[in-house]
């Protein structure tokens, strides 16, 4: 895994904006998590090739669309740490905060974390609708990030409350999502923020091509998002 994503991080441009490290660091991260993955389901993706593609390179591509340095983000439904891991791992002064609602994740991330010898990233055991009202995270971060695959007038709500004005959120989605942001146009001006780009990428050492739309917090998130979540799901914005 190490020599693919080694290439692939090339191919990406990323040579010398990262650690000299990082390739070997994600390749472990890679290893635990197809170890673990055995015994808890964390990734349908069981290939070591696909691992280094398709989560370590997909999540390096983010590099190439937003500065991290010395920011903070909060990964939104972590997981099994994408893209959050991943990018602490390529960017250590980044400030990462891992929000998941199953505690066994992060309790593993814990581990990842430690085992890599990372300062960092924090975890947060929480839905993502409740801690959206949580004084302490709420407009706090730069960035925020999600990878799921839910629509985005969902993502948006339980996302964009997270982030500073003058922040972004990043909402990792297929090449074909022209529809779907086009539908969500009143429902991201109404949490108050515009679409800043859609920037389009081919995973390297792949023909799978994915989408970053960018979403830029232009002013503060009404109180009352987000909703409960059985709510966003039966009315979305």
């Not at 515009?194 to 979403?215: G, K, L, S």
Request: hydrophobic share 45%; glycine share 8%; proline share 6%.
């Amino acid at each position: 895994m190490e020599a693919l994503i080694r290439s692939g991080l090339e191919e990406l441009g990323l040579n010398g904006r990262v650690p000299e490290d990082a390739p070997a660091l994600l390749a472990r991260y890679g290893a635990m998590l197809l170890e673990k993955n055995r015994v808890m389901n964390l990734t349908a993706i069981t290939q070591p090739r696909d691992v280094a593609t398709l989560h370590m390179l997909d999540c390096a591509a983010l590099l190439n669309c937003a500065d991290f340095s010395g920011k903070t983000l909060v990964d939104v439904g972590t997981g099994a740490g994408f893209p959050g891991m991943a990018l602490k791992i390529l960017v250590p002064s980044l400030r990462v905060t891992l929000l998941d609602s199953l505690n066994k994740r992060l309790e593993w991330l814990d581990e990842v974390g430690e085992a890599l010898g990372l300062e960092g990233p924090e975890t947060v055991h929480a839905r993502a609708e409740e801690a959206g009202q949580d004084p302490a995270l709420r407009e706090r971060f730069d960035f925020a990030a999600a990878r799921a695959v839910s629509d985005l007038r969902l993502l948006c709500e339980l996302c964009l409350p997270f982030v500073k004005v003058g922040g972004r959120f990043l909402a990792m989605k297929g090449p074909d999502s022209d529809g779907e942001i086009n539908a969500a146009l009143p429902a991201i001006r109404l949490l108050g923020g515009e679409i800043a780009e859609r920037f389009d990428y081919t995973v390297p050492n792949t023909q799978v091509t994915h989408r970053v739309v960018v979403v830029e917090k232009i002013t503060f998130t009404p109180e009352k998002y987000p909703r409960r979540w059985a709510k966003m799901q039966k009315a979305p914005l």
